[in-house]
């Protein structure tokens, strides 16, 4: 079966997020967690279900959409989790932060 884990800064994003959203509401934060924890999972079963945006598709990068944000991961095994992104957030600063983190 596999796995995933994450870059230590893309743990530090999904904390960040947590923190944002806990601010108006730890239910709505613990759910999304969830939800994104759900996301993985199935994920590392299926790390070729992606989403290329246009704009980000020229890296080796793939995407899951969870809500309103973007989970950058590597098809590696066991999966990596780059990064966890809001999507209204600008592709180009998405792209620089993914590059730092390789």
């Known amino acids: 079966m596999r796995a995933y884990s994450f870059h230590p800064e893309a743990f530090a ?3 960040e997020v947590w923190e944002y959203i ?3 509401s730890i239910t709505a934060a613990n759910r999304l967690i969830d939800n994104i924890e759900s ?5 590392a079963s299926n790390p070729y279900a992606v989403h290329l945006p246009p704009d980000l ?6 995407f899951w959409v969870v809500g309103s944000y973007l989970i950058a991961y590597s098809a590696e095994d066991p999966l990596l989790v780059i990064g966890i992104f ?3 957030q600008s592709p180009k600063i998405m792209a620089a932060i993914l590059r730092d983190r390789e």
């Open 57 to 62: 598709n020229s890296i080796a990068h793939r």
């Open 86 to 88: 809001h999507g209204r």
């Open 22 to 24: 806990a601010q108006d």
């Open 13 to 15: 994003d999904l904390d």
């Open 39 to 43: 996301a993985l999972n199935r994920l």
